[in-house]
C-alpha cells in the first residue's frame, strides 16, 4: 500500500506564562492512500494540535514543532517555508473544522467562496470554475445548485453549510483531508448524513482521510483504522476490528466502556475515573499510570515498549510485555 503521510517522533510545545505544555510527545503514524484513519481521544490529548501541525498551522510563537518528522509524498513539511505551505493549503492538504460557520464568509455569496480557491491555484477561466463549482455542489448533495450558487451562507442551514465547507475543501481536488471533529456540531441524523457523505466522496475521489473525534460512533462508521491518544501520545493503534473488538489498553477499553451500545441497552456505562495528567510536566511512565486499575510499579517509573500483536496492531503497555504478565500472575496464586 501506498503512504501517502508518514508522521514520526512528533513533538509540539507551547511557551506559557506557567511553563512549557508538552501537548504531542512523540507520535508515530502513517496515513495509506485512499484509507481513513481515525484519531480519538479526549480534548486535550494531542490530537487537534497533531493535525496542525500536519498543515503548519502551529502559532509559533507560543507553539513549536520542537522534533520529528511530517512527511507527505515526497515533501518534508517541517522544512517547508511559509510560503511553500500555502501552495500545499488547500491544494494538496485540505482541513475541515467543527464550527462551518467560521469556515464561510458570511459577506460573499457560495458560489465566489467556492470558485474562488480554486481561481487562486489553477489556471482556469471563470465558466470552468463555475462548471466545477456545480460539479462540487452534486458531488455533496446540494440541489438546485445553479440557484444556490447565488445565496449566502446564513441561506442554508447547518447541516448545508458543513456540506458547502467539504465541498470547498475538496474542489481542488486534494490528496489528503483532515477533518477535525466534523459533525460534532451538527444533530445526530445529519451527522449521519455527512458521514455517508465522507464515504461517498472517498469513493468518488479517492481522497485519504484523517478524521479526529472524540465520538467513537463516528470512527465505528467511517474508519478503517483507529489511533487511539492519551496525553500527548498515542498508546493504541490497529485496524478498526482490532481497536473495536481486541482492544488491549486499558484506556481504550475504558473509552469503549464508556460508549452508549445500541446491543446492550439499559447497561450501566462506565466512565473512565479521574482526569488525564498535567502536561506541563508529563510523567515519565505511562501516563495513564494514575486512573489504570492494573497499573504496575514499573508503569509509573518507565515507559512502556511498543507492542505488536499483528502489523497492523500496537500497545502501549506494560500489560504486553511477558515479564509483566508472569509478575502479575505469581501475584495472583
Ligand atoms: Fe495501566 Fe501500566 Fe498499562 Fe499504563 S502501562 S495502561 S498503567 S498497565
Ligand atoms: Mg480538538
Given at each position: 500500500?501506498?503512504?501517502?503521510?508518514?508522521?514520526?517522533?512528533?513533538?509540539?510545545?507551547?511557551?506559557?506564562?506557567?511553563?512549557?505544555?508538552?501537548?504531542?510527545?512523540?507520535?508515530?503514524?502513517?496515513?495509506?492512500?485512499?484509507?481513513?484513519?481515525?484519531?480519538?481521544?479526549?480534548?486535550?490529548?494531542?490530537?487537534?494540535?497533531?493535525?496542525?501541525?500536519?498543515?503548519?498551522?502551529?502559532?509559533?510563537?507560543?507553539?513549536k514543532i520542537s522534533n520529528g518528522s511530517i512527511r507527505f509524498k515526497?515533501?518534508?513539511?517541517?522544512?517547508?517555508?511559509?510560503?511553500?505551505?500555502?501552495?500545499?493549503?488547500?491544494?494538496?492538504?485540505?482541513?475541515?473544522?467543527?464550527?462551518?460557520?467560521?469556515?464561510?464568509?458570511?459577506?460573499?455569496?457560495?458560489?465566489?467562496?467556492?470558485?474562488?480557491?480554486?481561481?487562486?491555484?489553477?489556471?482556469?477561466?471563470?465558466?470552468?470554475?463555475?462548471?466545477?463549482?456545480?460539479?462540487?455542489?452534486?458531488?455533496?448533495?446540494?440541489?438546485?445548485?445553479?440557484?444556490?450558487?447565488?445565496?449566502?451562507?446564513?441561506?442554508?442551514?447547518?447541516?448545508?453549510?458543513?456540506?458547502?465547507?467539504?465541498?470547498?475543501?475538496?474542489?481542488?481536488?486534494?490528496?489528503?483531508?483532515?477533518?477535525?471533529?466534523?459533525?460534532?456540531?451538527?444533530?445526530?441524523?445529519?451527522?449521519?448524513?455527512?458521514?455517508?457523505?465522507?464515504?461517498?466522496?472517498?469513493?468518488?475521489?479517492?481522497?485519504?482521510?484523517?478524521?479526529?473525534?472524540?465520538?467513537?460512533?463516528?470512527?465505528?462508521?467511517?474508519?478503517?483504522?483507529?489511533?487511539?491518544?492519551?496525553?500527548?501520545?498515542?498508546?493504541?493503534?490497529?485496524?478498526?476490528?482490532?481497536?473495536?473488538?481486541?482492544?488491549?489498553?486499558?484506556?481504550?477499553?475504558?473509552?469503549?466502556?464508556?460508549?452508549?451500545?445500541?446491543?446492550?441497552?439499559?447497561?450501566?456505562?462506565?466512565?473512565?475515573?479521574?482526569?488525564?495528567?498535567?502536561?506541563?510536566?508529563?510523567?515519565?511512565?505511562?501516563?495513564?499510570?494514575?486512573?489504570?486499575?492494573?497499573?504496575?510499579?514499573?508503569?509509573?517509573?518507565?515507559?512502556?515498549?511498543?507492542?505488536?500483536?499483528?502489523?497492523?496492531?500496537?500497545?502501549?503497555?506494560?500489560?504486553?510485555?511477558?515479564?509483566?504478565?508472569?509478575?502479575?500472575?505469581?501475584?495472583?496464586?
Amino acid at each position: 500500500m501506498e503512504k501517502i503521510l508518514e508522521v514520526k517522533d512528533l513533538h509540539v510545545t507551547f511557551r506559557t506564562y506557567g511553563g512549557t505544555v508538552k501537548a504531542v510527545r512523540g507520535v508515530d503514524f502513517h496515513l495509506n492512500k485512499g484509507e481513513t484513519l481515525a484519531i480519538v481521544g479526549e480534548s486535550g490529548c494531542g490530537k487537534s494540535v497533531t493535525s496542525n501541525a500536519i498543515m503548519r498551522l502551529i502559532p509559533d510563537p507560543p507553539g513549536k514543532i520542537s522534533n520529528g518528522s511530517i512527511r507527505f509524498k515526497d515533501k518534508e513539511i517541517t522544512r517547508l517555508s511559509e510560503k511553500q505551505m500555502r501552495a500545499i493549503r488547500g491544494v494538496d492538504i485540505s482541513m475541515i473544522f467543527q464550527d462551518p460557520m467560521t469556515a464561510l464568509n458570511p459577506t460573499l455569496t457560495i458560489g465566489t467562496q467556492l470558485m474562488e480557491g480554486l481561481q487562486q491555484h489553477r489556471k482556469i477561466t471563470p465558466t470552468q470554475a463555475k462548471a466545477k463549482a456545480l460539479n462540487m455542489m452534486e458531488l455533496v448533495g446540494i440541489p438546485n445548485a445553479e440557484e444556490r450558487l447565488k445565496q449566502y451562507p446564513h441561506q442554508f442551514s447547518g447541516g448545508m453549510r458543513q456540506r458547502i465547507v467539504i465541498a470547498m475543501a475538496l474542489i481542488c481536488e486534494p490528496e489528503l483531508l483532515i477533518a477535525d471533529e466534523p459533525t460534532t456540531a451538527l444533530d445526530v441524523t445529519i451527522q449521519a448524513q455527512i458521514l455517508e457523505l465522507f464515504e461517498r466522496i472517498q469513493d468518488a475521489t479517492g481522497v485519504s482521510i484523517i478524521l479526529i473525534t472524540h465520538d467513537l460512533g463516528v470512527v465505528a462508521k467511517i474508519a478503517d483504522r483507529v489511533a487511539v491518544m492519551y496525553a500527548g501520545k498515542i498508546i493504541e493503534v490497529g485496524d478498526k476490528r482490532e481497536i473495536f473488538y481486541e482492544s488491549q489498553h486499558p484506556y481504550t477499553k475504558g473509552l469503549l466502556n464508556s460508549v452508549p451500545r445500541l446491543d446492550l441497552q439499559g447497561e450501566k456505562l462506565t466512565p473512565i475515573d479521574g482526569t488525564p495528567p498535567d502536561l506541563f510536566s508529563p510523567p515519565q511512565g505511562c501516563p495513564f499510570t494514575a486512573r489504570c486499575p492494573f497499573a504496575m510499579e514499573v508503569c509509573d517509573k518507565v515507559y512502556p515498549v511498543t507492542t505488536a500483536r499483528s502489523t497492523s496492531h500496537k500497545v502501549d503497555c506494560w500489560l504486553q510485555d511477558e515479564r509483566a504478565k508472569q509478575l502479575l500472575a505469581t501475584a495472583e496464586k
